[in-house]
């Protein structure tokens, strides 16, 4: 008696199902999940055998006895064929018990496969399924043969389009390299395969290929694939297999120069072609090999950048992504010049990040690099000549950043905001004109502040133009300086007559603009209130002591004006925004300190995109910001209090910081498994299509891009080259991607983009290893940016419009725990607290993002352990977004704010309710405590 268990189906007894002539006894099991489902109800709900059969195998728990016969099987065997899924996966589930009792039979796999030429895509859905599981116990009881295997292959060449793709599907479902080993893949199905290189439907060469690709060294061992069948291949199409098996066919004399040069020639041809990607891919992949014979020479490269340049591919692919990996295997050979590195530092986006220190010392980073860099831009030639300054400012050439910054606000990116682009080169073409050099300092200043400004915020900058109203203002304040001096009785002094001389010379324009700028006119007007002798006196002096040392100071440049009025007006629009009054007031206490914090810029950002209620959210923690101990902080851990145990918070409250020494091996595999679960999750969460129309109204060419991105997700391998592949699509068509499938789908090209990034940088190693847990609002705010930029950033809208990453920083739950490598953040987890029915803190841990090449997720892993620990927490405890099973993590505690969670979005009990119940617990008097957290409207 065999025994089988399919769950399903409630207690039946002993059921007795009809099949033909023969009655079947089938002893149905027990533990029901579909209570009051009866004998009589599945007998009404059945009309075939074939159909109880599939019905009684999917569903229960069955004991087949020796009363189950091969007609009964063959009755089975009826039903898979059709509509009716049941019988399919009765006959699916129970295929090895089928095959011990000898029903099994090589036909019956056979049967299988012709239903791909069936209509109806569930059949496809239950082969590929079924093949999928199977496919190994088929080979190893040679239930699948070479037989079988070419009826798949003759369905690859199927007139129909539909049974073409269900067999090519299919086909990509096996193990081809089992299919070797087992002798499915004879001679007669490798000839078969090399025919297919010639059919006239391009999905039949492609998947004929792969098959070649994989089996190759097969084929050649066993002596089938001979130089004639290489010299019989399609070249342009099967570029890729030849540079999976380059060293083997370069060994052999089978490819030699003249093919390479076909290459050169496909690529000097059509430059976007998809034959010119493998091409390049053959560059890419075996350079080191190409370089050693001579192959590869400065005459190539230069082709490949003249081609590229009239190309129209204006994003980090093809050429510029081939020369940024291949930069360091170039570089000894002296092939490239200031004009390559100028073009890759504009096009290929972490080209210039990664090797800075390297260009830098190879002596790339100079003026006519820089020019070139501009050239590039599209800037006009006098906006070009007023950024010059800054390709001979040591200051700046020490800063990739700097670069970036400039690059990003000018880039001809659909991202951009054409008219602040607009506005900025306006600008530069006034500095140009104006007299006098602006400082390189001034100028990288003013890009800052450009990248974090609207346009609106920019709009005032132009009356430095010094209209009739500007120039009245200028006036005013020369007038209102001469009435304060009459006042105090200080025009007969030879400070103020010498500066006074002053303002009638050239520049005075600008100096008395500097004045007005920097409010001295009420400054002086307040001077001009006082009656006392004494505190007269000491104005006069204050008075005196400006002029002398305006009388020394250099007249300011037009950049130092412009980015002194621009922070004002960004400054302004920012409080604005914020609400003003108890802000103004704010920014007149701490105005200058805040200023030079990394949070300031930050929060000015993000104050750009996000509503009222985000607006009020930064203007809560701008409010709640105290100076204390050289730093800004916020109360935050106040509303914990009584929430959590004092033990706990006390070690909560502080930074842990882990240097890492024992670090153990790298696990390369383990990198490159963490980046593609973490993009494979990221992909995921944003694939939602939040702007739905009709497909006639989507573009061709993004048409199918959902639907492909689902592909790739379900394959669940994450493919690096179909990665690069679509994230070519977004980068060329990302406007229409945002118009038809809205922004969160397009924030997948970020995703890809990280991706495509990290798999080409390879793992990392580093001298120094450390990890930090911090509570730290400035670093909470740059989470959404180190290591990778996310849809959690504050310098872009995606979901962050009501303040989700500002209540991060905020409440006191939250903290980031950061991994560096000698200093620099690689990889990050959000860790949160909340507390469970009794009163137990738990640790929630969502998921990693990391900059690529990632390898010490399991070190990772366990210094979290650690710090839980050292906070009492037990392992048990310590819920990882990626590893734990979601019902046995307690909810995250309910503060009354948006957050933005990746993993943990249920919220549980709110802050006042686990107060009190703990305080309950405790028999202390339920009273009203002050958490020291107060909302500001």
Not at 296 to 318: Q, Y
Not at 454 to 465: H, K, Q, R, V, Y
Not at 644 to 651: A, C, M, P
Request: proline letters at 3%.
């Amino acid at each position: 008696m065999i025994d089988q268990t399919l769950f399903g189906l409630s207690s039946l007894g002993s059921a007795q199902v009809f099949c033909g002539e023969t009655l079947l006894p089938a002893t149905v099991a027990i533990e029901s999940t579909q209570p009051g489902l009866s004998s009589f109800s599945l007998a009404e709900a059945v009309a075939t055998p074939a159909k109880q059969l599939g019905l009684i195998l999917g569903q229960g728990r069955v004991r087949l006895s020796g009363l189950f016969k091969p007609e009964h099987f063959e009755i089975l065997m009826e039903g898979v064929g059709t509509k009716w899924g049941w019988a399919f996966f009765g006959f699916n589930q129970y295929l090895e018990t089928f095959y011990a009792m000898g029903f099994l039979k090589p036909r019956h796999i056979r049967t299988l496969i012709e239903l791909l030429a069936c209509s109806k895509g569930f059949f496809f859905t239950n082969v590929a399924d079924f093949f999928r599981h199977n496919s190994e116990f088929l080979l190893n009881h040679q239930l699948f043969r070479a037989t079988e295997y070419r009826r798949i292959l003759e369905y690859c060449r199927h007139p129909k389009e539909k049974v073409r793709h269900a067999a090519i599907s299919l086909n990509y479902q096996l193990d081809l390299l089992s299919l070797a080993k087992s002798h499915t893949m004879d001679r007669k199905n490798f000839e078969f395969v090399f025919e297919l290189l010639s059919h006239p439907e391009k999905d039949v060469r492609a998947e004929a290929l792969r098959i070649l690709d994989h089996l190759l060294p097969v084929f050649i061992k066993k002596g089938w694939f001979t130089r004639q069948h290489f010299n019989r291949m399609p070249f342009e199409e099967s570029i890729t297999c030849f540079t999976s098996h380059f060293d083997f066919l370069i060994e052999q004399g089978w490819f030699q120069e003249s093919h390479y040069q076909r290459c050169v020639s496909i690529l000097e041809k059509d430059f976007s072609s998809e034959s010119s990607a493998r091409a390049l891919h053959l560059f890419q992949r075996k350079l080191p090999l190409l370089l050693k014979k001579g192959w590869f020479t400065a005459e190539t490269l230069r082709m490949i950048l003249k081609v590229w340049a009239s190309s129209d591919i204006d994003s980090p692919s093809g050429a510029s992504s081939f020369l940024a990996r291949q930069f360091q295997l170039l570089l000894p050979f002296g092939m490239l010049q200031e004009e390559h590195v100028a073009k890759l530092s504009w096009w290929a986006d972490s080209f210039l990040l990664t090797h800075f220190q390297t260009l830098k010392e190879a002596g790339f980073l100079n003026a006519a690099c820089f020019k070139r860099f501009l050239e590039a831009s599209g800037l006009s030639q006098t906006a070009q000549e007023a950024l010059q300054v800054l390709g001979v400012s040591e200051g700046w050439m020490a800063s990739p950043h700097r670069w970036k910054t400039l690059k990003d606000i000018l880039k001809n990116d659909v991202e951009r905001d054409e008219k602040k682009s607009a506005l900025l080169e306006r600008l530069l073409e006034k500095l140009a004109w104006e007299e006098g050099e602006s400082s390189a300092e001034d100028l990288a200043s003013l890009l800052t502040l450009v990248d974090a400004s609207l346009p609106e915020d920019m709009g005032s900058m132009f009356a430095i133009d010094t209209p009739f109203a500007e120039r009245l203002a200028m006036r005013e304040t020369a007038l209102t300086l001469k009435t304060t001096a009459h006042y105090l009785d200080a025009t007969d002094h030879p400070k103020f007559k010498a500066m006074w001389l002053q303002l009638k010379k050239p520049g005075a324009d600008r100096l008395l603009l500097d004045w007005h700028l920097s409010q001295m006119n009420e400054t002086w007007r307040d001077y001009q209130k006082i009656k006392d002798p004494t505190e007269m006196a000491k104005k006069k002096k204050a008075l005196l002591n400006f002029m002398e040392q305006a009388i020394k100071r250099s007249v300011p440049s037009p950049a130092r004006l412009f980015l002194k009025k621009m922070g004002q007006a960004t400054e302004e629009a920012f409080i604005v925004r914020l609400g003003g009054g108890a802000v103004r007031s704010f920014f007149e206490e701490h105005g200058a300190r805040f200023r030079n914090t990394g949070l300031y810029p930050l929060l000015l950002r993000a104050s750009r995109f996000m509503n009222n209620e985000g607006r009020q959210s930064l203007r809560r923690l701008v409010l709640g910001l105290k100076w204390e101990r050289g730093q800004f902080v916020y109360p935050r851990y106040e509303e914990l209090k009584a929430v959590v145990s004092d033990s706990f918070l006390e070690g909560w409250e502080k930074e842990y910081r882990r240097d890492v020494a024992d670090i153990g091996r790298i696990d390369k595999a383990e990198g490159v498994e963490t980046l593609k679960k973490q993009v494979q999750d990221q992909v995921g969460t944003h694939s939602s299509l939040n702007v739905l129309k009709k497909p006639e109204e989507i573009p061709q060419e993004i048409r199918a891009l959902p639907e492909r991105i689902r592909h790739w997700l379900s394959e669940g391998s994450a493919a690096p080259e179909e990665a690069k592949a679509i994230q070519k699509i977004f980068e060329i068509h990302y406007a229409a991607i945002r118009t038809h499938f809205g922004d969160t789908f397009a924030n997948i090209r970020t995703d890809l983009k990280n991706y495509v990034s990290g798999m080409e940088k390879g793992v990392r190693t580093a001298e120094k290893e450390s990890c930090v847990i911090s509570g730290d609002i400035e670093k909470i705010a740059r989470s959404g940016n180190e290591p990778v930029q996310t849809c959690q950033t504050l310098d872009r809208k995606w979901v962050n419009e009501h303040g989700e990453p500002i209540h991060r920083m905020i409440h006191g739950q939250f903290k980031i725990a950061n991994w560096e490598m000698d200093g620099t953040i690689v990889a990050r987890r959000l860790i949160e607290v909340t507390v469970d029915a009794n009163g137990h803190e738990h640790i929630l841990v969502e998921r990693l993002y990391s900059s690529g090449g990632f390898a010490r997720v399991d070190a990772f892993h366990q210094v979290i352990l650690e710090y839980a620990f050292s906070l009492g927490i037990p392992s048990d405890r310590v819920h990882f977004a990626d590893q734990s099973q979601s019902e046995k993590i307690p909810a995250p505690l309910k503060n009354g704010d948006n957050i933005y969670r990746d993993s943990f979005r249920a919220e549980g009990a709110t802050l006042e309710e686990i107060r009190n119940a703990r305080l309950k617990r405790q028999k202390i008097p339920n009273r009203k405590i002050s958490v020291g957290l107060r909302r500001v409207s």
